[in-house]
């Protein structure tokens, strides 16, 4: 299945049904565990591709939030959240 549903006759990878849905989506994307609350959390808004059977989704994270993901940090250009900024 690609992220990017080109019309032919494409199969999920987990159930292989052939009924494939093409979606917008807003996900934010956040890191594990109690050190990811230190981290930015990642907003994407990209096109899916859902299995209508089995639910399996598959989209592509844009370039540049992929950066924040892979380094942790936030970069120019990117969306996300990095807290209310207030301490408790």
């Known amino acids: 299945m690609s992220a ?10 987990q159930c292989h049904s052939e009924r494939l849905g093409n979606f917008s989506g807003e996900l ?7 050190a990811g609350l230190n981290r930015p959390m ?6 899916l591709l859902a ?3 089995c639910g ?3 989209f592509i994270v844009p370039e540049t939030e992929l950066q924040v993901l892979k380094h942790g940090t936030p ?10 900024g207030e301490e408790e």
């Open 4 to 13: 990017h549903h080109s019309g032919g006759t494409s199969k999920c990878k």
């Open 28 to 34: 934010a994307i956040h890191f594990t565990g109690l």
């Open 42 to 47: 990642v907003w994407v808004f990209p096109k």
């Open 51 to 53: 299995c209508l059977d």
């Open 75 to 84: 970069i120019e250009g990117a969306v996300v959240w990095l807290g209310s």
């Open 56 to 58: 399996l989704t598959e």
